[in-house]
């Protein structure tokens, strides 16, 4: 069983530009979740994906989009970056039947300067 | 809204002594209690869980109570070890929305 995966690791882009992150889930798991960690803050939620479908929004603008693929895999899209947007974003992979055991990936560290 | 409070950001305790870590919350709604360990630049990892109908959960030197009339939840890490040491995050995961809510965690030292 393979646990969550996300890549890349780091990456430091320039305000006004767009990323994209990557996360691939835990075997078996059909439910993603992705949450924004600023330094010494807790995770803040920004969406849940099942079945492809946006299944549930946290308090982000428009510009923070997602995508999830048949393969439970899914995409962080960040447009038009701001430099609070610098954060590490976390991927967490859940069933639909106990999606409140969330099982997180290492993150990605995104720097905007 | 749901808001999470933990008590402290740092604390530091002697090897083999009991942590015990507060977890504060608003706004009560359907849902249930985690708690998690963060180790730097990790994800975080869950430890337990806790459903609104349970008074007490244990897990290994690991216990969390629930008090939905103080509104408040205790994590407890007996024999504590220098491993233990990290931050640890509380979250209140809402059954209607499918999402966790989580405070900005405590930061433990376990000194040897």
């Known amino acids: 069983e393979t646990g969550v995966t996300q890549s890349p690791t780091h990456l430091i882009k320039t305000r006004g530009q767009q990323v994209t992150l990557r996360c691939s889930s835990q075997s078996g798991h059909n439910t993603v979740s992705w949450y924004q960690q600023a330094l010494g803050q807790g995770p803040q939620f920004i969406f849940q994906y099942y079945r492809e479908e946006e299944n549930g929004r946290g308090n982000f603008p428009p510009r923070f989009s997602g995508l999830q693929f048949p393969n439970y895999s899914s995409e962080l899209n960040v447009n038009a970056l701001e430099l609070d947007d610098s954060a590490l974003y976390l991927c967490?992979?859940?069933?639909?039947?106990?999606?409140?055991?969330?099982?997180f990936g290492p993150g990605t560290r995104l720097t905007v300067t | 809204s749901q808001k999470i409070e933990q008590n402290s950001e740092a604390l530091n305790i002697q090897e083999g002594k009991t942590a015990t870590l507060t977890c504060n919350y608003t706004?009560?709604?359907?849902?249930?209690l985690q708690w998690y360990r963060q180790d730097p630049g990790r994800g975080p990892v869950f430890l337990l869980l806790?459903?609104?109908?349970?008074k007490e959960k244990r897990k290994e030197r690991l216990k969390v109570t629930f008090d939905t009339t103080l509104k408040q939840s205790l994590f407890h890490i007996t024999a504590s070890q220098p491993a233990d040491s990290a931050t640890y995050l509380c979250a209140l995961y809402n059954t209607n929305a499918g999402k966790s809510t989580f405070g900005d965690g405590t930061t433990l030292t376990v000194k040897p």
């Open positions: 967490a992979s859940s069933s639909r039947g106990t999606s409140h055991e969330q099982y």
């Open positions: 706004n009560y709604s359907p849902a249930y």
């Open positions: 806790i459903r609104e109908n349970e």
